[in-house]
């Protein structure tokens, strides 16, 4: 197979240009966006990019390992389970997806279709966080994805920083509120204005504890997203 040529061999000196020959290959981003909240096994991402085939997954992760954007690590789990996770450098790319999905909500048609990953829809939360004047009391977010079989549930903690509401991967302490729900049944009420009574009737979101608290962080989404 011939060399791919990027930007930079054609005499093209733009940071943003150089910038996509790293990262502007199809399912590039996705695969990132997957694995900024925290380390995950190829088989995982398997499942969280939906669409992408084993031996493309490969070539995308050797080409982010090359660039300096993701790493392979170890897992501290028994087994010792090798995972990939984003470098610092590749950190700063939750700004360039928050920007897109920026970019894309201004535009004439910002209606999608399909589903959200519980990472997808974390990110989505902290690119559209809603101001906060006061701290918010300890509230978990436990989102899974129903497209999956069995799919297991990820734990987030909502806070606040810089008067902001902000979503941080990891277990709530102490909750006085706890949200569980298929992730994309979530977007579908912060985002797409579903009534937080019907999702819960359809059995697709839970809320226990303070339900006051979950109703003001979904009012506060809403107006946001108008």
């Known amino acids: 197979m011939p060399a791919k040529l990027t930007y930079a061999h054609h005499g093209d000196a733009c940071r943003a240009a150089n910038a996509l020959d790293l990262v502007g290959d199809r399912w590039t981003l996705i695969v990132v966006r997957e694995l900024l909240l ?3 096994r190829f ?8 669409g992408i085939t084993p031996a493309v997954l490969s070539d995308r992760l050797r080409s982010l390992r090359q660039a300096g954007i993701i790493d ?3 897992l501290t789990d028994l087994a010792r389970t090798r995972a990939y996770a984003v470098t610092e450098w590749g950190r700063g790319l939750e700004s360039v997806l928050a920007s897109l999905g920026r970019w894309y909500t201004s535009g004439p ?3 999608t279709s399909g589903g959200m990953t519980p990472d997808a829809m974390v990110l989505a939360m902290r690119t559209m966080a809603p101001p906060v004047a006061e701290g918010l009391p300890s509230t978990a977010l436990r989102l899974y994805d129903a497209r999956q079989p069995d799919p297991p ?4 903690r909502l806070t606040t920083v810089d008067g902001l509401l902000d979503v941080r991967p990891g ?3 102490d909750p006085v509120a706890t949200v569980t729900a298929d992730s994309t049944a ?6 797409g204005g579903v009534p937080l009574t019907d999702a819960e009737r359809a059995g697709i979101v839970r809320v226990e504890g303070d339900r006051d608290i979950v109703t003001d962080v979904v009012r506060r989404y809403l107006a946001v997203a108008v």
């Open 109 to 111: 048609d910002p209606r």
């Open 43 to 50: 088989a995982d991402l398997q499942e969280s990019v939906r």
């Open 72 to 74: 392979q690590v170890t």
């Open 153 to 156: 549930v990820r734990e987030y």
């Open 171 to 173: 277990a709530a302490v």
């Open 186 to 191: 979530w977007s579908d009420v912060l985002f």
């Open 38 to 40: 925290g380390p995950k």
